[in-house]
């Protein structure tokens, strides 16, 4: 893909969507880990600590921090299918209105966007369960414990790989 040409006054935008189209599935589009050369493991290792220690906590008043962070794991494990918001909270040990909080706190800080389904009809629309799917496919590899380049040829992966557009 090539790379979109914005610039803005640095050019950062620029720099931004050009390292962002130059990485694969597997790794990370956050250009730090690319300009700087960082070992994409470590930075998501520090990234998700932050995450879960620091923004979290600024978002949302989370008393269990353990109980998100295996909760985020979850989410991982689910992404590309039907989000199950009773299955994932019967998991933790938690209610519904929870999850949902949760959920939420994820979608506000851009972690996972919830996909809805489309339908003639208005009704069903509403009514079916959206998919979890994940903005950035490196925090979701590093979540899954999935860096290895063979993921992609497993049948599991594919369905957390799939490329915009193709099915």
């Not at 597997?26 to 620091?54: C, F, H």
């Not at 959920?103 to 998919?131: D, G, H, M, Q, T």
């Amino acid at each position: 893909m090539p790379a979109i040409a914005i610039t803005d006054e640095a050019g950062l935008l620029a720099r931004q969507f050009r390292v962002i189209s130059l990485v694969g599935p597997r790794q990370s589009g956050y250009p730090e880990i690319w300009d700087q050369e960082l070992n994409p493991g470590k930075w998501m290792a520090s990234y998700v600590q932050t995450y879960v220690q620091q923004d979290v906590r600024l978002l949302r008043n989370i008393l269990n921090l353990g109980d998100f962070t295996r909760f985020l794991m979850l989410c991982a494990n689910q992404a590309g299918q039907l989000l199950n918001r009773e299955a994932i909270a019967k998991s933790i040990g938690v209610d519904t209105k929870t999850i949902q909080a949760w959920l939420s706190v994820l979608e506000s800080s851009y972690i996972i966007y919830l996909l809805k389904p489309w339908c003639n009809n208005l009704n069903k629309r509403i009514i079916k369960a959206p998919k979890l799917c994940f903005y950035d496919t490196g925090l979701l590899c590093y979540l899954l414990h999935r860096f290895c380049n063979s993921a992609r040829k497993t049948s599991l992966a594919r369905k957390y790989f799939r490329e915009p557009g193709y099915h």
